[in-house]
């Protein structure tokens, strides 16, 4: 297991690793992650292994949607990476709107944890805007999430969309603890527009604070959404602002 703390969601580069998977994920380890954190890769688990091979790149997290799946090849295939724990990156808005329905969310989460279990593998689940924006009684989705969660199922939280959702990701992690494993980190306005956002440390987001308010041994995952330019550019970016900050 590598000792970083910086991974980038390959989604990053989704165009580059659909002309070219091995070309793509290559050209990440040269600009020196030893980390990346796959989607889609269930019917391309072979090719990643090959690229994970050549480069030794770890895949310590990856994104796979799970409800309403088929969790067997899923966790397969993950197994095959050598990823750990496997996040369901979306799970729909209209569940997030009343405690009763988070509830739910979190049985399922807690149920696919238990199969996860089984292949020594473990869960998690990232946040878009929607479960910040959804207050109930004070208090957000996902915090509500966190309530009913089993302690084994780890929280990636998306910084900048808690962001664009309302609230102050620097509050949130305090108050979320140790239930947070991994961060997206992003940069940008702020804003819905995806193709605004940034580099690292380029933005309006306070990278810095929001990295020393979560666990010091959350994994880091760098993520575009979308750019405008070169991506390859930011990502290169984004891992020199951070490694200058001492991370590693």
């Given at each position: 297991?590598?000792?970083s703390?910086?991974?980038?969601?390959?989604?990053?580069?989704?165009?580059?690793?659909?002309?070219?998977?091995?070309?793509?994920?290559?050209r990440?380890?040269?600009?020196?992650?030893?980390?990346?954190?796959?989607?889609?890769?269930?019917?391309?688990?072979?090719?990643?292994?090959?690229?994970?091979?050549?480069?030794?790149?770890?895949a310590?997290?990856?994104?796979?949607?799970?409800?309403?799946?088929?969790?067997?090849?899923?966790?397969?295939?993950?197994?095959?990476?050598?990823?750990?724990?496997?996040?369901?990156?979306?799970?729909a808005?209209?569940?997030?709107?009343?405690?009763?329905?988070?509830?739910?969310?979190?049985?399922?989460?807690?149920?696919?944890?238990?199969?996860?279990?089984?292949?020594?593998?473990?869960?998690?689940?990232?946040?878009?805007?929607?479960?910040?924006?959804n207050?109930?009684?004070?208090?957000?989705?996902?915090?509500?999430?966190?309530?009913?969660?089993?302690?084994?199922?780890?929280?990636?939280?998306?910084?900048?969309?808690?962001?664009?959702?309302?609230?102050?990701?620097?509050?949130?992690?305090?108050?979320?603890?140790?239930?947070?494993?991994?961060?997206?980190v992003?940069?940008?306005?702020?804003?819905?527009?995806?193709?605004?956002?940034?580099?690292?440390?380029?933005?309006?987001?306070?990278?810095?604070?929001?990295?020393?308010?979560?666990?010091?041994?959350?994994?880091?995952?760098?993520?575009?959404?979308?750019?405008?330019?070169?991506?390859?550019?930011?990502?290169?970016?984004?891992?020199?602002?951070?490694?200058?900050?001492?991370?590693?």
């Amino acid at each position: 297991m590598s000792e970083s703390r910086l991974s980038v969601q390959l989604y990053t580069v989704r165009d580059a690793i659909a002309a070219n998977l091995t070309e793509a994920v290559t050209r990440l380890s040269t600009i020196g992650f030893t980390q990346v954190e796959p989607y889609g890769f269930i019917e391309r688990a072979d090719e990643y292994r090959a690229v994970f091979d050549a480069t030794g790149l770890t895949a310590p997290s990856a994104h796979a949607k799970l409800v309403g799946e088929d969790l067997a090849p899923i966790f397969a295939a993950a197994t095959k990476l050598g990823v750990t724990t496997v996040i369901d990156p979306h799970i729909a808005e209209e569940r997030w709107t009343s405690r009763e329905l988070i509830a739910g969310v979190a049985a399922d989460l807690n149920g696919f944890a238990k199969v996860a279990a089984d292949h020594g593998l473990a869960v998690g689940y990232h946040n878009h805007a929607f479960e910040l924006e959804n207050v109930i009684d004070g208090v957000s989705g996902l915090e509500i999430l966190a309530e009913h969660l089993d302690p084994a199922v780890r929280l990636e939280v998306d910084t900048y969309w808690v962001a664009v959702g309302g609230q102050d990701p620097v509050a949130l992690l305090g108050r979320l603890g140790d239930r947070v494993g991994f961060l997206h980190v992003k940069d940008g306005p702020i804003t819905t527009d995806d193709k605004a956002q940034v580099a690292v440390g380029a933005g309006a987001v306070p990278v810095a604070n929001v990295i020393a308010a979560a666990p010091s041994d959350a994994l880091l995952v760098v993520e575009l959404d979308d750019f405008d330019g070169d991506v390859f550019t930011a990502v290169t970016d984004s891992y020199a602002w951070l490694t200058a900050k001492g991370l590693k």
